[in-house]
Each structure stands twice: as C-alpha cells, then as structure tokens.
C-alpha cells in the first residue's frame, strides 16, 4: 500500500534555529495533511495541501507541496519552545509517516 | 462542546480477555476512525467508518472489531487481547472521508491500554 517517509526521525535545535520536516512517497498523492502531537497529547490538524507546488503559511510555519506531488515539507522559522512535537504527514488513506519529533533547547 | 471523546483514557487488563474501548463525537461526523500508535511510530488506522452501518478494515484490523449502530458513537473490541496490542488508541472524526480529498481528521485524547 501507499507509504509515506519522514526525515529525519528526531530534531533538536536551539531556540531560534530554523527547523524543517519532510515527507516523501513513491507514489503521486492526491493531497497531504499535516498534523502535530504535543508530548502526551493527541494529534491536532495543521494544513491540508491539494495542489501541485502549493506553498502554504501559518505565522512562522510555511507548507509546501512538491511540483510532482510526491513530496512535502514543513519549515518553522526561528523555532519556539512552543513548537516541541512531533509533526506528521498524512496521505491517501489515512497512511501517516513515522513522524519527526522536534525539541527546542532554551 | 464536547468534541471527541474516549472512555477509558487508562486500562490495564490482561492476556485473552475482551476489551471495549469507546468513542463518542458530538459533532455528527460522518466519518470516524480508528488509530494505534506505539512507541516512536505514527498512527496505524484499525478501521474506518463512513457512516452508521458502514465499516470497513484499515491497515491492521486483525484482532479488532467494531460496530457503528449510531452516528455518534464508534467502539473498537479486542475480542482476546494480546500483548502486541498494548499500544495508545486514538479515535477521529472527520465531516470528509477517505476519497481524493478528505478533510482534517479530528482526534480524541486517545486511551493507553497495557495488555499484560
């Protein structure tokens, strides 16, 4: 079936250093979500990507969506401690990659 | 407003016997679902709901059972629980399902079950 990538696994960066997520398949998708998981908590739905090279923000978070449709990124700007999580692609069927669990040293 | 809720949020229980684990949303979604997490990895969807009446097995469904005789309300069975079954459960909801384009999914708290 339909798998999704993440990379890396983990991230740890200092306050105020960019971070970034991504999120491959082998196969062209239709659309992609994107979801965070703070520690202990449930997923929450950040963004949903649908077009070819569609390039999405939120505050310092920016989405993109691959011109073949086969890969996204998510890019936080000057990270927070408020940004610790772990952010998740979902594609096609429910199929969620691994994750990447980012921590943000103060 | 209560959203999306599960009931027991904690449960320990142990080999062979049968557990139900409840999801309850207020918002009249269509849609509902049923997730595993373990440890370090993503979510793994059990099943999947459409609407009342419709079910329909996701990516691990074996040892699993569900029933959705209303709307509201979605329970996930482990007819004869197993250790590998020890895992945090998630239900969501969503107004969209799974079709070229579905909408976001909303997430209860989740229940940390411990199969022993």
């Known amino acids: 079936g339909q798998q999704v990538m993440q990379i890396p696994q983990y991230q740890h960066v200092q306050e105020g250093e960019d971070f970034t997520t991504y999120c491959n398949s082998s196969t062209t998708l239709s659309n992609i979500q994107w979801y965070k998981q703070r520690p202990g908590g449930h997923p929450v739905f950040l963004i949903q990507?649908?077009?070819?090279?569609e390039v999405k923000k939120q505050k310092r978070l920016t989405f993109q969506f691959g011109e073949a449709k086969k890969n996204s990124s998510l890019h936080i700007t000057a990270t927070q401690t408020t940004d610790v999580g772990t952010y998740f692609c979902a594609a096609g069927k429910s199929t969620f990659g691994d994750g990447t669990t980012l921590t943000v040293k103060p | 407003d209560a959203g999306i809720t599960q009931s027991p949020r904690y449960k320990i229980t142990e080999t062979g016997r049968q557990v139900t684990l409840m999801c309850h949303q207020t918002?009249?979604?269509?849609?509902m679902f049923w997730y595993r997490q373990d440890l370090g990895h993503g979510l793994r969807l059990i099943y999947y709901?459409?609407?009342?009446?419709?079910?329909d097995k996701g990516e691990v469904p074996d040892g699993y059972v569900v029933s959705r005789s209303k709307t509201e309300n979605f329970p996930l069975t482990l007819e004869s629980a197993t250790r590998s079954q020890t895992s945090v459960y998630f239900c969501a909801s969503s107004l969209q399902g799974l079709a070229d384009q579905y909408g976001e999914q909303f997430f209860g708290p989740g229940t940390r079950l411990t199969v022993l």
């Open positions: 990507l649908v077009k070819s090279g």
């Open positions: 709901s459409a609407a009342a009446d419709i079910t």
């Open positions: 918002w009249s979604h269509s849609y």
